[in-house]
């Protein structure tokens, strides 16, 4: 398959729609995260159906002292790999093409979700996200658009927009790829040194270290759960010789710090060691929200959160985060 390339909205409306059409926004450097997202968006368009990738690095996304000029641009690459993941074109428009007249004066507002976060560590940031996904979606125009919930934000941002402003377009997050080391796989990744690298990946450390101390008080509460502490059960158990388990369950599952504390407690504790190597990392938030509204949970909360990480490691920011599931007496998701 060769994948057109196309510069302006008039190329694009000049195509020929049969199926749905399924879009794919990126900010360029393109690496396998983005081919599963291409591949995700061909499954869902179907062979009738059309497969389009932006190319757009938005400057309205880049604060001060950001890295809008020395972001990665490699359009050719950017093009093979699209066509080898399966798109139909690469809709890649000028800064003019998107905003012409300059910087547009009306935008679209983050709201409170907005400031949270990486909202607080980048004012403005997500307004200018909103406002450029909000332009792209008028300009392609899709009936789906499929985003990587490595930027757990941003994706709850932009499904909140398509609600809260009647966008007729179906949103869909396709899972964080990783390196078989961890880490997660980011355009800013080809930034770190190997030393960098080796710091960098105590942010999916941490995640990892949350995610599995939960798991482990949500396995020791479903046991405590299914074996009643009372003295006629547990007598029966000790035939088989499970009555000290299922004390061990009970009293772990009762007296060991558990829920969001704990899932908090084991991520700080790979961050903060990570604090102390060479070079070290320098925490800028580690969260476990609400993915509704991005606010804390209490120690009560049940249901979905995510735990979120964002970190430095020389001069390269990188975020990360993992989906969890509490109060459902099983290990996270």
């Known amino acids: 398959m060769t994948a057109a390339l196309l510069s302006t909205a008039d190329e694009l409306h000049a195509r020929v729609r049969h199926g749905r059409r399924a879009v794919v926004m990126t900010m360029g450097a393109l690496h396998e ?34 890295d809008l000029d020395r972001y990665p641009r490699t359009l050719d690459a950017d093009l093979k790999l699209a066509e080898q993941s399966g798109a139909d074109a ?75 402003l009647n966008f007729g377009v179906e949103i869909v997050a396709v899972p964080t790829v990783r390196e078989d080391d961890g880490l997660a796989l980011s355009s800013r990744n080809r930034y770190l040194s190997p030393q960098e690298r080796r ?28 074996v009643p502490a009372t003295r006629a059960r547990a007598e029966a158990l000790s035939a088989i010789g499970e009555s000290r388990a299922a004390a061990d369950a009970h009293a772990v599952a009762k007296a060991a710090p558990g829920g969001p504390a704990a899932v908090r407690a084991a991520a700080r504790q790979v961050l903060d060691e990570a604090a102390r190597l060479d070079p070290p990392l320098q925490l800028d938030y580690l969260a476990l929200v609400d993915p509704s509204d991005f606010t804390e949970i209490g120690d009560d909360f049940t249901g979905e ?25 099983g290990a996270a998701s």
Request: no cysteine.
């Open 90 to 164: 690469v809709f890649a428009p000028s800064v003019d093409e998107v905003y012409p007249g300059g910087e547009p004066q009306v935008r679209i507002s983050a709201g409170p979700m907005g400031e949270r976060l990486e909202g607080a560590s980048r004012p403005g940031h997500f307004d200018g996200v909103l406002t450029v996904v909000a332009k792209l979606l008028h300009l392609t125009r899709p009936d789906v658009a499929l985003f990587g919930q490595k930027d757990a934000q941003q994706l709850a941002l932009i499904r909140r927009m398509v609600r809260d």
């Open 199 to 226: 710091t960098a990946l105590a942010l999916s450390q941490a995640l990892f270290a949350g995610r599995d101390r939960h798991a482990a008080q949500e396995a020791l509460r479903a046991r405590a759960r299914v």
């Open 33 to 66: 995260g983005h081919a599963t997202l291409i591949r995700t968006a061909r499954e869902i368009a179907g062979p009738d159906g059309e497969v389009v990738v932006t190319v757009f690095v938005n400057p309205l996304q880049f604060g001060a002292g950001e």
């Open 305 to 329: 959160a995510v735990l979120a990480v964002a970190a430095r490691v020389g001069t390269t920011r990188l975020i990360d985060n993992l989906p969890l599931t509490f109060g459902t007496f």
